[in-house]
């Protein structure tokens, strides 16, 4: 079977430039910890630029995950009767728990300090993550498990408002909850609602209560695509100075406008901003879910560089890919005598080496998890009508 021809698991159409959605998504997350423990920047000289930006600012690459999945996964839920719930979650279940329960055994194996230590990893198993104070890290591993943590609260939330949207006033129900939602979000992040610990803080930030713009764009785009997506297609074909270059223009404006983002959130950083400018992740998540629309709808006679083979290939393996890039790019790091606490002290050659090894390594990995723990479950995924 071709590696690209339909990922194990797809029941439905297959799209290609979802898939290379996915996998660049993969991409600015592994840019951001490269950036970070490889390379270093000194912000006391002001913004970090609008390139650098987009690898320092690879969470935004988290951001595109959440538009994604909401994308991929609130349509059938529009259409009353459409979806099992219990489906639902047992597909969602097979897609992700298999190599997260994989990848904490490993974790807990690599931080263990005797038999006392395995007793760590158990609160990660139900996603305890979602509160940072019940959990206690397993580094390298944990740091990127808090977005599977916010995944799966949009599955629970999902799930509720299908349930509720069957119902014969759920449209309004569902209004009122959104209006309700959006003034608490307000208040929030003008108030803190009164929270003081810094960790509390951020745990709601990146919870669905804090991200949740990023799935509720991400679906209101799905909605718009799938009752346009035909027509916009086939107009936008007709209109030449699309076809002549247009259509990737409108995509670098698109991405123009996301690194000018990212350019204030670095320069403020990352986390900081999450605290001071919270509200940033609504126009990015809108900017994403464009870009989404537009590699989908849009003539683009460069089609053949942003949807090919190795984009597709990469980003069916991005799971994997997401879940070991970090503690490759530790061990990597350590192995070369790449200081953490000061990026950039190996010198270009070495920084050149511990990238290409960071990133060959971890494909090579997910490589074989996607093979041999992903690719069964996602089998049985498959046999589960959506």
Same mark, same amino acid.
């Given at each position: 079977?071709?590696?690209?021809?339909?990922?194990?698991?797809?029941?439905?159409?297959?799209?290609?430039?979802?898939?290379?959605?996915?996998?660049?998504?993969?991409?600015?997350?592994?840019?951001?910890?490269?950036?970070?423990?490889?390379?270093?920047?000194?912000?006391?000289?002001?913004?970090?630029?609008?390139?650098?930006?987009?690898?320092?600012?690879?969470?935004?690459?988290?951001?595109?995950?959440?538009?994604?999945?909401?994308?991929?996964?609130?349509?059938?839920?529009?259409?009353?009767?459409?979806?099992?719930?219990?489906?639902?979650?047992?597909?969602?279940?097979?897609?992700?728990?298999?190599?997260?329960?994989?990848?904490?055994?490993?974790?807990?194996?690599?931080?263990?300090?005797?038999?006392?230590?395995?007793?760590?990893?158990?609160?990660?198993?139900?996603?305890?993550?979602?509160?940072?104070?019940?959990?206690?890290?397993?580094?390298?591993?944990?740091?990127?498990?808090?977005?599977?943590?916010?995944?799966?609260?949009?599955?629970?939330?999902?799930?509720?408002?299908?349930?509720?949207?069957?119902?014969?006033?759920?449209?309004?129900?569902?209004?009122?909850?959104?209006?309700?939602?959006?003034?608490?979000?307000?208040?929030?992040?003008?108030?803190?609602?009164?929270?003081?610990?810094?960790?509390?803080?951020?745990?709601?930030?990146?919870?669905?209560?804090?991200?949740?713009?990023?799935?509720?764009?991400? %679906? !209101?785009?799905?909605?718009? *695509? /799938?009752?346009?997506? =035909?027509?916009?297609?086939? $107009?936008?074909?007709? @209109? +030449?100075?699309?076809?002549?270059?247009?259509?990737?223009?409108?995509?670098?404006?698109?991405?123009?406008?996301?690194?000018?983002?990212?350019?204030?959130?670095?320069?403020?950083?990352?986390?900081?901003?999450?605290?001071?400018?919270?509200?940033?992740?609504?126009?990015?998540?809108?900017?994403?879910?464009?870009?989404?629309?537009?590699?989908?709808?849009?003539?683009?006679?460069?089609?053949?560089?942003?949807?090919?083979?190795?984009?597709?290939?990469?980003?069916?393996?991005?799971?994997?890919?997401?879940?070991?890039?970090?503690?490759?790019?530790?061990?990597?790091?350590?192995?070369?005598?790449?200081?953490?606490?000061?990026?950039?002290?190996?010198?270009?050659?070495?920084?050149?080496?511990?990238?290409?090894?960071?990133?060959?390594?971890?494909? %090579? !990995?997910?490589?074989?998890? *996607? /093979?041999?723990?992903? =690719?069964?479950?996602?089998? $049985?995924?498959?046999? @589960? +009508?959506?």
């Amino acid at each position: 079977m071709s590696l690209v021809s339909r990922p194990a698991g797809v029941r439905t159409a297959y799209s290609r430039e979802l898939e290379v959605v996915r996998a660049i998504a993969a991409l600015l997350v592994f840019s951001r910890h490269i950036a970070g423990r490889y390379v270093g920047i000194d912000l006391e000289q002001g913004s970090p630029g609008f390139f650098y930006s987009f690898a320092l600012g690879g969470q935004t690459g988290v951001t595109l995950f959440f538009v994604l999945s909401a994308f991929l996964l609130a349509p059938p839920f529009f259409e009353k009767g459409r979806t099992s719930v219990s489906r639902f979650f047992a597909r969602r279940f097979l897609r992700l728990w298999p190599l997260y329960a994989f990848a904490i055994l490993v974790a807990t194996a690599w931080n263990a300090e005797g038999w006392n230590g395995w007793g760590a990893g158990l609160a990660y198993l139900v996603y305890g993550q979602s509160f940072w104070s019940f959990v206690t890290p397993l580094e390298p591993f944990s740091s990127v498990w808090w977005s599977l943590s916010t995944e799966v609260q949009f599955y629970l939330v999902l799930s509720f408002c299908g349930l509720i949207g069957a119902q014969r006033f759920g449209s309004k129900i569902l209004a009122a909850l959104l209006v309700l939602y959006a003034a608490s979000y307000l208040v929030f992040i003008q108030t803190d609602f009164g929270m003081t610990d810094l960790a509390s803080l951020l745990s709601v930030r990146v919870s669905l209560f804090g991200r949740g713009w990023s799935f509720i764009i991400g %679906a !209101l785009a799905a909605f718009l *695509y /799938r009752r346009y997506g =035909r027509v916009w297609r086939e $107009r936008l074909a007709q @209109i +030449a100075w699309l076809k002549n270059g247009g259509g990737e223009g409108l995509i670098i404006l698109i991405l123009t406008a996301i690194g000018l983002i990212l350019m204030k959130v670095e320069t403020i950083g990352t986390w900081p901003a999450e605290i001071a400018w919270h509200a940033w992740h609504i126009p990015e998540s809108a900017l994403w879910s464009a870009f989404i629309i537009a590699l989908l709808v849009l003539p683009l006679r460069s089609r053949a560089l942003w949807v090919n083979r190795p984009l597709e290939a990469f980003g069916m393996v991005s799971y994997s890919f997401y879940v070991w890039h970090l503690p490759i790019i530790v061990g990597v790091g350590s192995a070369l005598g790449i200081s953490s606490a000061d990026p950039g002290s190996g010198g270009s050659a070495v920084l050149a080496a511990a990238i290409g090894l960071s990133f060959a390594g971890s494909l %090579a !990995l997910s490589g074989l998890t *996607y /093979r041999f723990i992903e =690719r069964p479950f996602l089998l $049985r995924k498959e046999r @589960i +009508a959506s």
